[in-house]
């Protein structure tokens, strides 16, 4: 079956924990995307990758990190760093290329920090 | 980052009314997308916009690019019961990689 796929789908973590959220694609696009997404708010970049081994900082990196050693995958780790984790984080890729192309969200990662 | 300016917040509609809902940015787009999002789940998009002033419909949604491209308007025809949740623009600049979203307009469809 196409498209992206997160794990888990909810994740429950003590404080100082570090946890990794999956993001899996099969849909051969090349950019992919970490939000994070609160109530009442818009989305959130967290960070991006253009291309395998390179990924740029978004608007809230901070106490979050990133790799990208295949194309298919993005796994985000959220740090003990990261003050208030406890969010909705959706996984996306892109279709085309720069400055062109639509969005596709995977189904999300519910974390909430016990 | 920039967020884009999305009304109505939220809309309170009986079941076969129409919809409409608009966002509007301080930065030309090349490309406007619409998403609904239900509680719990990632965001689908329903349609895709490339040229100012294209018109695109998918069923009973129908949107439209800004001739200016600083806006974008969704309509829904005839809502039904399954339309509640929450719709949300994007904009992609023609400068990179980056979305920018709006906040959100919450629909609840009275049957």
């Known amino acids: 079956d196409g498209g992206i796929t997160q794990s888990p789908k909810y994740l429950f973590r003590k404080e100082g924990q570090n946890v990794t959220l999956s993001c899996e694609q099969n849909l051969n696009h090349d950019a992919m995307y970490w939000y994070r997404q609160d109530p009442g708010q818009g989305l959130r970049l967290i960070y991006y990758?253009?291309?395998?081994?390179?990924?740029q900082k978004g608007d809230i990196a901070e106490g979050y990190s990133v790799s990208r050693e295949k194309k298919e995958s993005f796994p985000l780790t959220v740090t003990s760093a990261q003050k208030n984790p406890t969010a909705f984080y959706l996984c996306?890729?892109?279709?085309?290329?720069?400055?062109?192309?639509?969005?596709?969200f995977g189904e999300g990662s519910r974390l909430t920090v016990l | 980052g920039q967020q884009l300016n999305q009304s109505p917040q939220s809309m309170f509609i009986q079941e076969g009314e129409d919809v409409s809902m608009n966002c509007t940015s301080s930065?030309?787009?090349?490309?406007w997308l619409w998403y609904k999002q239900d509680p719990g789940e990632g965001p689908v998009l329903l349609i895709a916009l490339y040229k100012a002033g294209e018109l695109t419909s998918n069923g009973r949604l129908t949107a439209q690019f800004g001739i200016t491209r600083k806006d974008s308007f969704l309509n829904i025809s005839a809502s039904i019961p399954s339309d509640v949740g929450i719709y949300f623009c994007a904009g992609l600049s023609n400068t990179g990689n980056q979305f920018y979203f709006g906040t959100g307009t919450s629909l609840t469809v009275i049957p």
């Open positions: 990758s253009q291309i395998v081994n390179d990924f």
């Open positions: 996306a890729t892109k279709s085309g290329g720069a400055g062109t192309g639509e969005l596709f």
């Open positions: 930065s030309i787009f090349n490309t």
